[in-house]
């Protein structure tokens, strides 16, 4: 057995042996400058680079490079990061990003997202990190306040919209006392438009079986309200058991907004949870215009809204907001011996474990803390409104170009295609995005429409403006040119 002598000994070398885990102040300031100095080459490089590389190539030098028992220069590891991960696929920091829903890249949410690793605070849990679970709460209630909840309700800053719709899953199944014997027979109403995250998270929850009933839309993609009844009436009568309505505020295909006021009172009259996914529309509250087309958000029971879209900050951050806050901690809320002592003391569940199922986090709330108390609110209610006028503009303009266009923007994303005079129009579209994307300058995406390939403009990264619309329908002009010159279907 070793004596105490030799574990010490063996403890010192240890130490020692692990000591580059904690530089020093002047190496901690060399690391600090280097990295910056990196980054601000990308943001300038940002300022000119394509945004989207179609050769993913280069990322597989990434995959050769295994950590190692030694050390790596830090120069060539920011090369490396560069080549690997910066220059290939889409830039999403990039003003030029126009597909799917754009995420932002905030620089001050970087900082502030450097605040939260390097202090590490815990905020799973009052008792261990108070002032980080008020900031996040803070954030909350701010949003509460934005969309009109009560000020019982509650929530949860996750990693997006897609785990913030599984926790309003999880607590509507818990709300309604859905069993595993239920969930033949109980109904879910949705469109369409419905973001794929929602399904997923029904999966997730044990809700799989549930009976899915596709409401109609009218003819901009939006919830028909006398639909929803007439089928909520019918299955009832067929003894089936409606209980749930999922609603968009700004749907990812077309950016739809469902008649929310109408379907709130349907949803309150037969006694369903009210569930609105506004992950992409939720912010433009902070709008005039926004806010009147979003009226019915008060509604519902439940809603998820995400930072990292209408915000414009790096992707990692949701919301998920519910009406009864005890609701949200009946559904999620453990007890664990050894956490007796955070506990002990605790009011009434207000700490993100108690409604999440996370107990470990990352302190999320710097990220979007940092933005909206330095530069205030003033210049995100701009930019939003900025991204609502250019998505206007691009509307008309590219109509006026030839294209066909679909319904009139309720929001940043509109929907067009070219038909062509000879041909396959989807055939003719599809070649149209992958000749866009090889070209690189601008990044659009497609969806299908009414069984047809419609090319998507999502106007909402805070460096997108009017130049980057223009130079869109550029693009747009010249690679039809080319493709109805070269005879492409």
């Known amino acids: 057995m070793d004596s105490t002598d030799d574990i010490i000994g063996r403890v010192r070398d240890l130490q020692r042996a692990a000591s ?7 190496s901690r300031q060399a690391l600090f400058e280097a ?17 989207f590389e179609c050769d993913p190539g280069p990322a597989a030098e990434m995959a050769r490079r295994r950590p190692a028992e030694g050390p790596g220069a830090l120069d060539e590891l920011l090369r490396l990061f560069r080549v690997s991960v910066e220059d290939t696929g889409v830039k999403a920091a990039s003003g030029g990003h126009v597909a799917y829903i754009p995420g932002g890249g905030l620089y001050t949410a970087a900082l502030g997202d450097f605040l939260a690793a390097v202090t590490n605070e815990y905020a799973g849990v009052r008792f261990a990190g108070p002032g980080a679970v008020e900031m996040e709460n803070l954030l909350l209630r701010w949003m509460a306040d934005l969309v009109g909840y009560p000020a019982g309700a509650q929530g949860n800053l996750a990693s997006g919209g897609s785990i913030s719709n599984l926790i309003a899953m999880v607590t509507a199944r818990e709300a309604h006392g859905l069993r595993c014997a239920d969930v033949p027979k109980a109904v879910v109403y949705l469109t369409g438009q419905a973001h794929h995250s929602l399904e997923k998270a029904l999966r997730i929850a044990g809700l799989g079986e549930c009976v899915l009933h596709r409401v109609p839309t009218d003819t901009c993609q939006r919830m028909a309200p006398a639909a929803l009844q007439e089928a909520i009436t019918r299955d009832r009568s067929s003894g089936l058991r409606p209980w749930l309505v999922l609603a968009a505020a700004g ?11 109408q379907i709130g009172k349907i949803a309150a009259a037969e006694r369903l949870w009210f569930h609105i996914d506004a992950a992409y529309g939720g912010f433009f509250v902070l709008c005039p215009q926004g806010r009147e087309r979003l009226r019915g ?6 809603l998820v809204m995400d930072p990292h879209k209408s915000l414009f900050l790096p992707y990692g951050l949701g919301a998920v907001l519910i009406r009864d806050g005890a609701t949200l901690a009946r559904a999620h ?20 474990a108690d409604l999440s199922p996370e107990l470990s986090k990352h302190f999320r709330g710097p990220r979007l803390w940092l933005p909206l108390l330095l530069h205030g609110l003033a210049p995100f209610r701009a930019c939003l409104e900025e991204k609502l006028l250019l998505t206007r503009y691009f509307h008309e303009r590219v109509r006026v170009l030839g294209f066909e266009v679909g319904p009139e923007p309720e929001l940043t994303v509109s929907t067009y295609r070219w038909v062509p005079k000879h041909g396959d129009p989807d055939a003719f579209n599809a070649a149209l995005v992958r000749a866009i994307h090889r070209d690189g300058r601008v990044f659009v995406s497609s969806t299908r429409i009414g ?8 106007v909402l990264h805070f460096r997108t403006h009017l130049e980057t619309i223009d130079l869109t329908l550029q693009v747009l002009a010249e690679k039809v040119a080319q493709l109805e010159s070269a005879g492409a279907n």
């Not at 885990?21 to 002047?26: G, K, Q, V, Y």
């Not at 664990?336 to 569940?349: G, I, K, L, R, W």
């Open 251 to 261: 749907s990812t295909d077309v950016g739809a907004i469902d008649p929310l006021e």
């Open 451 to 458: 069984g047809h390939i419609f090319l998507r403009l999502a």
């Open 35 to 51: 990295v910056g100095a990196h980054a601000e080459d990308f943001l300038k490089r940002l300022e000119t680079a394509r945004a």
């Open 297 to 302: 958000l008060e509604l519902s029971d439940s």
């Open 333 to 352: 809320q453990y007890r664990a011996d050894y956490m007796q002592d955070a506990v002990a003391d605790s009011p009434a569940p207000d700490s993100p």
């Open 20 to 26: 580059p885990l904690e530089p020093d102040a002047p």
